[in-house]
């Protein structure tokens, strides 16, 4: 999908996120970007870097969903990390070269479910085919007397039993298999907590130490039929080749979101638990310019992927930070304010917009739910209002808002009796009036 143009790319995000035209074009010229690049001489194609981006704007604007719905449509791997964890305590020395290592994870993930798609209805095939022999296996006379009426009968007899399997007659009965070491060293290990290298590791030292090591268990043929399929689907992909391409896809097409940047600008005179924020920013520099990575993939070249970073910048600007840095990030783009009509949209537009959600929730009770055109706009109101007397949340307020709008019909309606609510304006007035003018309530309910 990555043959997406701009106003394609836009008029998909259109579907998801309301206005802000400008943060969205400059994505989609990004995302287009990788494509051209991949167009052009071998030569040239090396000196052309990506157009990193800042987008700015308040919080709830709309910078993380449009991320979020990015990473949909770049069929490339694609990763959003909060940049501020880096200084959190307990990730004192998390070092930044994570975020390829987990892009690594990601590209790989994908590339090799690209690769057991094309493969799973052969593997299903092979998985069956041993599943008939666990369940019925070849008795050693039979095979010593190979007449060819024995090979019939045997023919016939397991096609039979197929037939039966397919049907499901079998479903419930144990067979005993052995299962690989790999495949239990895919299963997760935890390790600490904020500590996810060290759970890395250990996975890889595990399946180091215990090569093609097998385990038998029993288990019912529903279960064993996932478990050897993903066996046979494993063995039928080259995986050598699932690294390279997850290689080349992560260095050509691999974007980072860069979240919460300005969490890290500026730099923390005072002292406290965080670790330095310009540290972050000078560990984040060499990625962000161009270096080797080694992940347990191999070493992986950063000079192309793409980063988008976003911050609201409240009490920092991007000229605080380190010069360096700046310079990496040649688009910005500043957010809009959310208007009182973006609410609306935002209301009733996306696919998933929240007055659907309320809609679907109480639909599983039986419960139709509707809004007036009117209502809608004096919750649109209210929103601007509270967000412009208390704390500017953007669209987050609407969560707040609908919630305590619904609290009640959320409460009582459980499905016993079939209705249909409508919400007029005068019901938004009579819920919300008191506490939208009431600053200090609304501080605290809305
Ligand atoms: N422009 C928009 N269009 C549609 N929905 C939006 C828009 N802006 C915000 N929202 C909604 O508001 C919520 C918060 O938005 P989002 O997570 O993108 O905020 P943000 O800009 O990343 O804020 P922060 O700086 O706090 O991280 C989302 O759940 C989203 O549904
Ligand atoms: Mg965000």
Not at 297 to 313: E, M, Q, R, S
């Amino acid at each position: 999908m990555n043959e997406l143009t701009p106003k394609q790319i836009v008029r998909e995000l259109n579907y998801f996120v309301v206005g802000q035209r400008d943060a969205k074009r400059a994505v989609a010229i990004a995302l287009r970007n990788r494509w051209r690049r991949q167009q052009v001489a071998e030569y040239m194609r090396d000196e052309i870097v990506p157009n990193n981006i800042i987008l700015i704007g308040s919080t709830g604007v709309g910078k993380t969903e449009i991320a979020r719905r990015l990473a949909n449509l770049a069929n490339a791997p694609f990763m959003k990390v909060e940049a501020s964890k880096f200084t959190e305590v307990g990730y004192v020395g998390r070092d930044v070269e994570s975020i390829i290592r987990d892009l690594m994870d990601i590209a790989v993930n994908m590339v090799r479910s690209k690769k057991e798609e094309e493969v799973i209805q052969q593997a299903e095939k092979l998985a069956k085919e041993k599943l008939l022999d666990l369940l019925f296996p070849v008795r050693k006379q039979i095979n010593r007397k190979k007449t060819p009426e024995a090979e019939e009968r045997y023919h016939r007899n397991r096609k039979r039993l197929e037939d039966k399997l397919k049907k499901g007659n079998f479903e419930d009965r144990p067979v005993e298999l052995d299962i690989p070491g790999d495949s239990m060293a895919q299963m997760q290990v935890f390790g600490p907590f904020g500590m996810e290298e060290i759970g890395t590791n250990l996975k890889d030292m595990l399946s180091n130490i215990m090569p093609g090591q097998k385990k038998r268990r029993k288990l019912k043929v529903k279960d064993a039929r996932k478990i050897l399929t993903d066996i046979e689907a494993h063995n039928l992909i080259d995986q050598d080749e699932v690294i390279r391409m997850a290689k080349e896809s992560v260095e050509n097409n691999g974007i980072v979101f860069l979240d919460e940047i300005d969490k890290i600008a500026g730099s923390n005179k005072g002292v406290g638990p965080d670790i330095s924020r310009e540290g972050v920013q000078r560990d984040l520099l060499p990625i962000i310019e161009g270096s080797s990575v080694p992940t347990k993939y191999g070493i992986v070249k950063t000079d192309h992927i793409l980063f988008i970073a976003a911050g609201a910048f409240h009490s920092s600007t991007p000229s605080d930070m380190i010069p360096e840095l700046q310079g990496r990030f040649p688009i910005r783009v500043e957010m809009k304010k959310l208007s009182t009509n973006d609410f609306i949209k935002i209301l009733t537009h996306p696919k998933s917009a929240l007055i659907k959600q309320y809609q679907a929730l109480l639909k599983a009770e039986g419960v139709v739910l509707n809004f007036e055109k009117t209502a809608i706009r004096a919750i649109a109101q209210i929103a601007t209002e509270v967000n412009n007397k208390t704390e500017n949340i953007g669209a987050r307020r609407l969560h707040t808002i609908m919630t305590t709008l619904l609290d009640d019909y959320l409460y009582e309606q459980t499905g016993k009796k079939k209705q249909n609510i409508v919400i007029t304006k005068n019901v938004v007035k009579e819920k919300l009036a008191d506490i939208a003018n009431d600053q200090d309530l609304s501080r605290y309910i809305l």
